[in-house]
């Protein structure tokens, strides 16, 4: 989500991105767009209540329905004020972050946001404490104080990384008058104060937005209406393509489909660009589990065929990670090459051995039905019970909302998972994965890797802070409590009577529906 691509149009309407991560090809049609923009992804909602989602699919739909006090301007990864007109730090130790609200903002509801609705927000979020939410990411918040147009953050360390994370649907503000304190709220109904309002929510299959009138921020009032589809898989949303029952397509094509895209192709409109998210394997390493023993998930590690998978099942959409921290992120590394800089199953069997661990080693991997995970779990299936030193069990789970309480009540041994950065800094592919309390829920915890996690934000120079994310990159290697596999292209889909769709996928990590409009 650290893309950044801007568009200019040139001879004979075709568009080019000028940023140099990404293209839009654009072929002219004679359609007439009219009525909602229909917007297809294979995302879920796992809840519309803030305090309760920590997901991709959610976050997308808050950027639209709810408001933070910052965001991140497209083609900017530095958060600027939206709700709020200003926010900065207290004194050079970076414990102390204040916020000044603006005084027009409303819930859509026409109720005016006061500071008491911000503090409200952040206290629920650590009182509910959901296994599926994003208190993990405010680990460092102790406590918010309210007074007049003023909130001020108190933080129990120094927290450089702090203004990245109210930048998200994390730190999204809820009406204290209508969500409890200390449960989520139930229904399909949401009380914020985005550019749009939810209309009629159908879970896992639609979310009618239409443009809010009193919206106040850094982004501009929607123009169109918008109906976000949500399907099943990637199959379905390709047929919708297809069939012109979608706009606009993202997340996520089949990989041939994504491969296959040219310039010849009529009536659409496709961006290609670099993208930070990943792919990886977590493992249980709780006591009982088949992965509790560090070899065992060694040998895990020196089996792995990452070319094999982003070549056979994702077509060369993706590319083979072999660090918990991305390419294009500072402070990537690449400690799991060095370490198995090849799928070795002499070297698996050594490790096993040492550790006098009988072998097959039988484990139950978990998987969420969506994309080309099916494919993927098949060939990792493959890969390790070809070595003669596993027996893998597959478990499909078709709800993501399922998936995500399975995993973290240990349902299995190990679990391959997406990971979309909230914010452009190594910290997010840190603290929220490998740290204690962590949003894997996979039981992993070290001293080290915290105190490398601490240390790391407490630069407020963000730089000054890599090398100590390539010593915890070297620990997370040696432990490996989750295992990356792949980092992924991101793609987007138009039709060429709709403008806008290229900030969907512009690197902030905002899902900016209320750019599209009608040509």
């Known amino acids: 989500m650290l893309r950044s691509v801007r568009s200019k149009m040139i001879a004979a309407g075709v568009v080019l991105g000028v940023a140099g991560v990404g293209a839009w090809v654009l072929l002219p049609t004679d359609a007439a767009g009219h009525g909602a923009i229909a917007v297809g992804t294979t995302d879920s909602v796992s809840s519309l209540d803030p305090a309760g989602a920590y997901d991709a699919g959610s976050w997308a739909l808050f950027s639209n329905v709810y408001q933070s006090l910052l965001t991140i301007k497209p083609g900017s990864d530095v958060p600027v004020p939206d709700a709020a007109t200003s926010c900065k730090f207290i004194g050079a130790k970076l414990t102390t972050y204040q916020c000044e609200l603006r005084t027009d903002v409303k819930f859509s509801n026409g109720r005016q946001i006061t500071a008491e609705d911000v503090k409200f927000s952040f206290d629920r979020i650590k009182a509910i404490n959901s296994d ?48 409890p304190a200390k449960k989520l709220r139930e229904g399909a109904s949401v009380d914020g104060s985005g550019p749009y309002t939810l209309g009629a929510y159908k879970e896992g299959a639609s979310a009618e937005l239409k443009p809010n009138a009193t919206y106040k921020g850094q982004g501009k009032p929607a123009k169109s209406a918008v109906n976000v589809k949500y399907f099943k898989d990637s199959e379905a949303l390709n047929a919708a393509w297809k069939d012109h029952g979608i706009e606009v397509a993202h997340r996520d094509m089949p990989p041939e489909v994504l491969a296959g895209l040219n310039p010849s192709l009529s009536d659409t409109r496709y961006q290609e660009s670099g993208g930070t998210e990943t792919r990886s394997m977590v493992f249980n390493v709780r006591p009982g589990s088949a992965m509790a023993q560090q070899p065992v998930r060694q040998a895990v590690a020196a089996l792995l065929d990452r070319s094999k998978i982003a070549g056979d099942i994702y077509k060369g959409t993706v590319t083979p990670l072999y660090s918990i921290v991305p390419a294009g992120i500072a402070g990537h590394g690449t400690p799991f090459f060095d370490k198995y800089p090849a799928p070795n199953a002499a070297t698996a069997r050594k490790i096993l051995k040492d550790a006098g661990i009988t072998t097959p080693v039988s484990f139950k991997l978990g998987f969420n039905v969506r994309g080309a995970n099916v494919p993927e779990a ?119 009577a709709v403008t806008g769709a290229q900030y969907l996928s512009d690197g902030t990590g905002v899902w900016r529906l209320w750019e599209l409009d009608w040509l």
């Open 378 to 496: 098949a060939e990792l299936k493959r890969q390790l019970e070809g070595s003669g030193l596993f027996q893998v069990q597959t478990e499909s789970v078709p709800v993501w909302d399922d998936f995500q309480k399975d995993y973290a009540a240990g349902k299995f041994d190990a679990y391959t998972i997406g990971w979309i950065p909230d914010f452009p800094d190594a910290d997010n592919f840190s603290a929220p994965l490998v740290g204690a309390d962590s949003s894997m829920n996979n039981g992993f915890a070290d001293k080290t890797v915290g105190d490398l996690i601490t240390r790391t934000q407490s630069f407020s120079n963000r730089g000054e802070a890599a090398n100590d994310f390539r010593q915890l990159q070297e620990v997370v290697a040696q432990q490996i409590p989750i295992l990356p596999i792949w980092q992924k292209k991101d793609y987007v889909l138009s039709r060429e």
């Open 132 to 179: 599926q939410g994003p208190a993990p990411l405010f680990n460092t918040l102790e406590s918010v104080k309210a007074e007049g147009k003023t909130v001020t953050f108190n933080l129990s360390a120094r927290d450089a990384t702090f203004p990245f994370k109210i930048a998200t649907g994390a730190a999204a503000i809820v009406d204290k008058d209508k969500y």
